[in-house]
């Protein structure tokens, strides 16, 4: 008995595809302007969510502990932001106008080495021996590189509308998913579900375990200690202390420390003489170094181990894909890539050291023999 042919209906299936392909792209079209700020938004709610519980338990009621949630975010997140960027369009034409100015940059006499007591005249003369030998050349050399620094960074600063923009996306869908959470969740969660079943549902919890991770052991830490040291540098008077805050914010981001910004201040304090203040940032700026040991393990109490290639990564793509704001998105983005990554590949065993397997698995079906 011949089986019936089942007919398919191809014209049917192309438009349906064309059909589902044009919905998906132009609803992203229209969504542009608002994922970034969207997933701003996540990150931020995914991070602090049990510290709204919280509030809501002391108050009783969603709606005060979300408008106690968006007070913090204002005071602690938002008002320091604008701060640093209306701080870098101010200081950044100065800087411009001095890096164009290559003879006004001239190096220190470091006069005070003469003070130092056993090797203070030898480090005096093995200075002025450097300039000599073409300290000045050096500095001309350098600023090029500095000019270029500055304009990149009053170009970002400048583009002052997509960011407000962004911000205020992030606030609106803030306040939305602390009010709306739990629907959000279980709808999403219904999605990841359809998608790829218990896998998916993992797959989803496994992704806002990385978001907090890096909210609070990565991003947090760093605005710590970059405000901690920034306090150190404007009290002892180290010129543009806040635009040197917010470059210390993203060298502790992307995990390279605040020491590439802090050793060079206090050099510059000694190197003007100001050996009091000197001292004291030194002592300052290893307090500042060593807070990342204690802060970041008492902040990540899920023990999410990030490789600092992938932060690095994360915050210098971010930055160069999305301005400023890639700054806290990037590095959140390759975290949650990197933990779905790795436990799609964990879902099978290693493969055995020993080669001899794959070896003459590889000679039986890959090599040709003549």
Known sequence: MEKPQVHTDIPKILFTVIFISFLIIASFWILTPFIVGFIW?????????????????????RWLSTTIMMILILLVFVIPIILLVSSVIDNSAPLIELAKSPSDIKPPQLLWLNDVPLVGTKLYDAWHSVLASGGNSLMAKIQPYIGQAANWFFAQALNIGRFALHLTVMLLFSGLLFLQGEKIVAWLRHLAVRLGGQRGDAALLLASLSIRAVALGVVL????????????????????ATLLTVLMFICCLAQIGPLLVLVPSVLWLFWTGDTTWGIVMVIWGGVVATMDGVLRPYLIKMGADLPMVLILTGVIGGILTLGMIGLFIGPVVLAVANSLLNAWI?????????????????????????
């Open 41 to 61: 938004a996540g990150m931020i709610v995914v991070a602090t969510w049990p510290l709204l519980l919280i509030f809501e338990k002391k108050v009783k009621h």
């Open 221 to 240: 830490t760093a605005l710590i200690q970059a405000i901690v040291g920034g306090v150190g540098l404007a009290v002892s008077g180290v010129p543009y």
């Open 346 to 370: 964990n879902e099978m065993p290693k493969p055995d050291p020993d080669l001899s397997e794959t070896i003459e698995f590889m000679n039986k079906n890959f090599i040709d023999k003549k």
